[in-house]
Nanobody, 114 residues
Framework: VQLQASGGGLVQAGGSLGLSCAAS????????MRWYRQAPGKEREYVAT???????SYADSVKGRFTISRDRAKKTVYLQMNNLEPEDTAVYYC?????????WGQGTLVTVSS
């Protein structure tokens, strides 16, 4: 199983970007799908979660600006990011937690200019 993240890029502050993360192969026993990010010189931090029953949670820093969603048929998780701030600049990673192990995407860079 591989996770392929895409959609990163350069955007001005106040702009929007949408990320996607598609899983190849069969994944069973999914517990949660998450996005994390890692800014330059900082530790990786949690961004958002969606679990199989549809419940969603966000880090306080992105609440009201980011939206996580998923398409079960396409085995894809999305992150819509609005009203971006320079502090959102980071490499964004998708994660799928299953009852067996965690899967990580390769990361996609988001750069927000002021």
């Amino acid at each position: 199983v591989q996770l392929q993240a895409s959609g990163g890029g350069l955007v001005q502050a106040g702009g929007s970007l949408g990320l996607s993360c598609a899983a190849s192969g069969s994944i069973i026993g999914i517990k949660a799908m998450r996005w994390y990010r890692q800014a330059p010189g900082k530790e990786r931090e949690y961004v958002a979660t969606i679990i199989p029953n549809g419940s969603i949670s966000y880090a306080d820093s992105v609440k009201g600006r980011f939206t996580i969603s998923r398409d079960r048929a396409k085995k894809t998780v999305y992150l819509q990011m609005n009203n971006l701030e320079p502090e959102d600049t980071a490499v964004y990673y998708c994660n799928i937690e299953t009852v067996y192990r965690n899967f990580w995407g390769q990361g996609t860079l988001v750069t927000v200019s002021s």
